[in-house]
């Protein structure tokens, strides 16, 4: 019996053993959360104190929009992973020449690296919105600054990439339609993911669902733009759920280098955040949501697992930004998305590190969220997007023609990408692609997200774009077969 006990036991210590391993495995493969060290505040702490802010917090990574002396030398035995950035100023003189590529790179990175832990350059910053026109610069750019990695042996060390903001886009939702712009396709996207495929890069992307929701308040749930417990949206291309808006904007990038076969380049989130505070009119700027959205993420990323379409893709995002920056221009919200105040005190208190999110709760106030997008009520599934049979009733939910066509297709957008309604009967050849008008596509498109959301209070809105009807609208004869049907036109 004595033998049967110790067997037990070691068998115990080793099933725990086994466990603890997993558990250490499964972090060691998660994510990884950095910081973008933004300076265009007054009263800074020195670098050096940054260092130090930035390290006792444990973050990973941290991403500068320069190459400041003072900052690299700060960092320097930090163990702190660096990237710096080629001002979109430079970026000319970087292409022009090999050798003013070469004197960067020697100034900027050689005399540092490898004390002051240089993972990457940046070659610009959104360049395609820089009205200085500097597109046409971008990839000869990147490819001299890297062949001066190469002459200085440090091309395996130091990635080269340049962030992409998400208009750059000509498709964004459903995110299994993600597209790149046309005009950028051949001249920019191809070579520069060829370049990115032939060095061992990644794509750098600067996402912020805060602008999405900003501007589709109305339509969108702000518990789907917080990472807040929601039903989910299904995108109707691929069936795949989603229940934040970051993985479907990720995705929608992810797409589109699909659509241009090279689904083996991996991303990195460059830029993402959420304002503490903005204007009148910053729909969503606030303490609780910025604190609820960076926390979350910071969930999110550090207990691993990719996306819907890249769930073996872990991600690395650097937050926007260390610092409420006081000298930037615009509106209230571009000062705000500071994760510190300059006395380094925190704004909000989120962690950082897996430790840190042990005892970390996304604290809701019990009237916070979006007053016309109510969080929608958990619906039976039939596993295929379609309408369940026990939601349909006696309401519907129609255009409002009288909204106006901008209005009318911003609506009918969301409610055919992140919205999950089932728009495939209204595709052009399908059975109810007729009448082939805005506003019938839109009442039945608005008509079958208010049925999949149980008719939930506020699912007929889409700011003013629709209203809900008691008896079968003839005028929108085409959503009769989707309620009495459920869905078979």
Same mark, same amino acid.
């Given at each position: 019996m ?39 505040a007054?009263?800074?702490p ?8 930035i ?13 400041d002396?003072?900052?690299l ?6 163990g ?15 292409a ?35 009205t ?10 990147? @490819? ?6 190469v ?7 130091i990635k ?6 998400l208009?750059?886009?000509q ?38 669902p ?18 807040r ?28 280098m699909?659509?241009?076969?090279y ?7 460059s830029?993402t955040?959420?304002?503490s505070?903005g ?14 959205y960076?926390?979350?993420l ?34 209230t ?26 005892n ?12 016309h997008?109510?969080s ?6 039939t ?5 369940s ?17 901008? @209005? ?9 990408g ?11 050849g ?7 008008t805005?506003?019938?596509h ?9 049925q999949k959301k149980?008719r ?14 008691s008896?079968?609208?003839? @005028? ?12 078979a036109?």
């Open positions: 004595a033998m049967a006990r110790r067997h037990v036991t070691l068998l115990s210590c080793s099933l725990l053993l086994l466990l603890l391993l997993s558990v250490f495995a499964s972090h060691s493969d998660a994510g990884s959360v950095g910081v973008n060290y933004g300076r265009i007054d009263n800074l020195s670098a050096y104190k940054v260092a130090a802010l390290k006792s917090q444990g973050l990973e990574r941290v991403k500068v929009f320069d190459s002396p003072a900052v030398r700060a960092l320097s035995g930090s702190i992973k660096v990237t710096v950035d080629v001002p979109n100023e430079l970026l000319s003189s970087a022009k020449t090999q050798m003013f590529a070469t004197n960067w790179v020697q100034r900027n990175v050689v005399a540092y690296h490898p004390n002051t832990q240089i993972e990457a350059i940046a070659v610009g910053n959104e360049v395609f919105v820089d200085h026109n500097t597109t046409k610069y971008l990839i000869a750019a990147m @490819k001299n600054i890297h062949t001066a990695l002459k200085f042996n440090l091309a395996s060390d080269v990439s340049s962030p992409i903001a208009s750059a886009l498709n964004s939702y459903p995110s299994s339609a993600g597209s790149f712009r046309p005009e950028l396709v051949e001249p920019v996207f191809k070579p520069m993911l060829d370049f990115l495929r032939q060095t061992g890069s990644y794509l750098m992307v600067n996402a912020y805060y602008f999405a929701y900003e501007s589709n308040a109305d339509v969108i749930s702000l518990d789907y733009a917080l990472f417990q929601n039903p989910g949206v299904v995108d109707a291309g691929s069936n795949l759920r989603y229940f934040s808006l970051f993985d479907a904007q990720i995705d929608a990038v992810f797409a589109a699909s659509a241009l076969k689904d083996d380049i991996e991303m990195v989130v830029e955040g959420w304002p505070k204007d009148e009119n910053e729909v969503g700027a606030s303490l609780e949501n910025a604190a609820a960076n926390g979350n910071v969930r999110r990323i550090l207990t691993g697992g990719g996306t819907p379409l890249r769930p073996k893709s872990n991600l690395t995002v650097y937050l926007f930004a260390l610092f409420n920056e006081d000298r930037k221009n615009g509106p919200s571009e000062r705000n998305y500071g994760l510190f105040f300059p006395n380094e005190k925190k704004v909000y208190d989120i962690p950082f590190t897996v430790e840190g999110l042990k970390y709760h996304d604290h809701q106030s019990p009237v916070s969220g979006n007053q997008e109510t929608p009520v958990t619906s039976p599934d596993g295929r997007g379609d309408v049979k026990t939601l349909t009733g006696n309401t519907w939910c129609v255009a409002n023609g009288e909204a106006g066509k901008e @209005k009318l297709q911003a609506a009918l957008d969301f409610a055919c992140e919205g999950g309604a089932d728009c495939h009967q209204i595709q052009p399908s059975t109810c692609y007729d009448p082939n805005l506003e019938a839109a009442s039945f498109a608005f008509n079958s997200y208010y149980a939930g209070a506020g699912t007929c809105y889409f700011g003013g774009a629709a209203y809900v009807v008896q079968p609208p003839s @005028k929108y004869s085409i959503i009769t077969p989707l309620v009495n049907n459920f869905g036109c």
